[in-house]
């Protein structure tokens, strides 16, 4: 099974997964060229329906970044990803901002060429008082609330334990092919941009510290110091497109993060909230809860049983609920509208919960036991070896 992946930020994000185990991820998303700065703010009303591409003459990929940044709809288009990871950087907040008017109304947005073209064929006719800006015109204070907005939309769609910021800066050497190191021409442009982005990532960990808890805390790699610039990268020369190297360490280091919750081998999974197998020898999905969770600490392990029940015909599911359950909202939802009736496609026809003689939650118990009985013959028991055999005397 391979690990979804949602980047959010710039190439630096995206491309390390163009550089490493690509046979293990698959990015299911990648939002590029728009401000997580500006992404709570009100957007101009236009749509990708509405652009003359011929007119524009950009990359169809380019311009509907450029129209999603326009209209704001990134959050939107967040809360809709269907990914295991987030990983984002804070690279696109090094761009000035284009204030204009339009209809009594204020509007801010990522002045890139792509906006630029735009603007020239769509606003500039409409639009006044244009003036450029950027996130330096605005207070700490300011940042953080708007970051904390997008935060917050993040974290109801990812656990904190499965976000990763890369914090990268400008590169202010770069490297060729034969190892030659030389300085880019713009030193103090540079020097300008990593300003920009220090504060902009001390400000996004701030947030990211305070939503974190004991158990759970996000993931914060750093680039080397001395980061080196790659002459001959596939996007061109700029002081962001890295050596070889930025991009395998960094693929390196993710793998061995999300591992920790790994598929042992290929019909078992483990992590800290749950072990799933199957037994061959009874032909039984075993599923069994090590404590309590929530959303994807649920969900992964329920939907690998799904898949093991699919995979051999006529298995049967049994799950250990003694040590540990779960009852979020969401996930109950998800259970009764998702997960069941695919379980239900499969040749699975009984469904075995072991539970303690004293239990903490009969309550919601009986609530999936009343959910399962729709679609299986359900029993409980007080152990695996009982289950087998209410299975074998069927």
């Known amino acids: 099974m ?151 939309v993040l974290l109801k769609r990812f656990s904190i334990d499965r976000v990763i910021l890369i914090e990268s800066y400008y590169s202010a050497e770069m490297v ?33 510290d305070n939503k974190a808890s004991k158990d ?13 610039g790659y002459k001959n990268h596939k996007w061109g020369v700029f002081p962001v497109h890295y050596q070889d190297s930025f991009y395998e360490d960094m693929g390196d280091k993710i793998l061995n993060l999300v591992r920790k919750e790994k598929v042992i081998e290929k019909d078992e999974f483990d992590s800290e909230f749950c072990n799933v197998k199957y037994i061959s020898e009874d032909n039984i999905v075993f599923l069994a809860w090590k404590k309590f969770s929530c959303y994807d600490d649920y969900r992964n392990p329920t939907t690998f049983a799904y898949e093991l029940l699919k995979k051999y015909p006529n298995s049967n599911f049994v799950v250990d609920a003694r040590s540990g359950f779960e009852d979020e909202k969401e996930d109950v939802e998800w259970g009764f509208s998702v997960l069941l009736p695919a379980m239900s496609k499969t040749d699975c026809k009984t469904v075995i919960f072991i539970m303690n003689e004293v239990n903490e939650i009969e309550e919601e118990m009986d609530m999936w036991t009343k959910e399962f009985m729709k679609y299986f013959t359900v029993k409980r028991v007080k152990a695996y070896e009982a289950a087998v055999s209410f299975i074998k005397g069927q």
């Open 176 to 208: 060729d092919n034969e190892g030659s190191i030389t300085k880019y021409d713009n030193q103090e442009e540079i020097a300008r941009m990593n300003a920009r982005l220090s504060r902009v990532n001390k400000i996004m960990k701030q947030i990211l």
């Open 216 to 228: 759970k805390q996000y993931t914060l790699l750093e680039a080397p110091e001395n980061n080196l």
């Open 2 to 152: 391979s690990i979804k992946v949602f980047t959010l930020g710039s190439c630096v994000c995206r491309d390390i997964f163009n550089h490493t185990a690509k046979e293990e991820f698959d990015v299911v998303k990648n939002i590029q060229r728009q401000s997580l700065f500006l992404s709570p703010m009100e957007g101009y009303p236009v749509k990708y329906e509405d652009i003359d591409l011929e007119k524009l003459k950009d990359h169809p990929w380019e311009i509907k970044m450029m129209v999603n940044e326009v209209n704001k709809s990134i959050l939107d288009e967040i809360r809709e990803v269907d990914a295991d990871w987030l990983v984002m950087d804070m690279i696109e907040e090094r761009f000035q901002f284009a204030q204009f008017e339009v209809d009594g109304k204020n509007y801010l947005d990522v002045k890139s060429g792509h906006f630029d073209n735009f603007y020239e064929h769509y606003l500039e006719d409409k639009a006044k008082n244009y003036k450029l800006t950027s996130i330096d015109d605005f207070t700490d204070e300011e940042v953080y609330i708007n970051f904390e907005k997008c935060v917050d």
